[in-house]
């Protein structure tokens, strides 16, 4: 990983990135390679936002076609995820 700044980056081997392409249902569209890189975009030493980008080799109707999906996820309301536990589990954990 490589920090500049405000952004984290770094890269996806062939099994990270598989992960990333491959769904449920999408077993004849398995890569036969991929790779990809990753930024996280960091405000205030939290993540705000990060970009996704992968490239793969799929084997489609007999041929080898390249592919480069790329995606950008934002986070909102950073900090404010409240948390409520039961009072029967509070109990359990000794609280």
């Known amino acids: 990983m490589k920090i500049d700044g405000d952004e984290d980056c770094g890269t996806l081997g062939d099994a990270g990135a598989r992960?990333?392409?491959v769904h449920e249902g999408l077993q004849p569209v398995r890569p036969l390679t991929a790779a990809g890189m990753f930024t996280l975009h960091i405000k205030d030493g939290m993540v705000t936002?990060?970009?996704l980008e992968l490239e793969s080799v799929r084997m489609v109707k007999r041929r080898k076609l390249r592919v480069h999906p790329r995606s950008c996820t934002w986070i909102f309301e950073v900090g404010t995820t409240k948390l409520e536990v039961p009072e029967v589990?509070?109990?359990?954990?000794?609280g």
């Open 89 to 94: 589990v509070q109990q359990k954990l000794g």
């Open 49 to 51: 936002n990060y970009t």
């Open 19 to 21: 992960l990333l392409l």
